[in-house]
């Protein structure tokens, strides 16, 4: 049974930093295509990051490139996503996502495998 485990949100001021972690079981990240998310109430799921299975490429959403970083340790098979200077606007719930093959890496829709989701609040 695939199970995506997150952990790592918070409460943080601007201008701070949090590395989210996506451990997975039952799944090998290093041959899946992986994807973060995030919801803010009242609002649709969006898109920030996703590493293409057996691409080099890491893809980001412009909101949010040069401030976050997606990775993924292999050893660990855990993935994670480092979010540097944040800001008020970041504040949602984040969602990593899994799938074995994507249609359209940005489309919440097409991921078969979700975490449970890390609440980030970004506040003075």
């Known amino acids: 049974q695939v199970q995506l485990i997150e952990s790592g949100g918070g409460l943080v001021q601007p201008g701070g930093s949090l590395r989210l972690s996506c451990a997975a079981f039952g799944l090998t990240l290093s041959r899946s295509t992986m994807g973060w998310f995030r919801q803010a109430p009242g609002t649709e799921r969006e898109f920030l990051s996703a590493?293409?299975?057996?691409?080099?490429?890491?893809h980001y959403a412009d909101s949010v490139k040069g401030r976050f970083t997606s990775s993924i340790d292999n050893a660990r098979n855990t993935a994670y996503l480092q979010m540097n200077d944040l800001k008020p606007e970041d504040t949602a719930v984040y969602y990593c996502a899994a799938a074995l093959g994507v249609a359209n890496l940005r489309v919440s829709g097409d991921y078969g495998y979700w975490g449970r989701g890390a609440q980030v609040a970004v506040s003075s």
């Open positions: 590493i293409i299975w057996g691409s080099p490429d890491v």
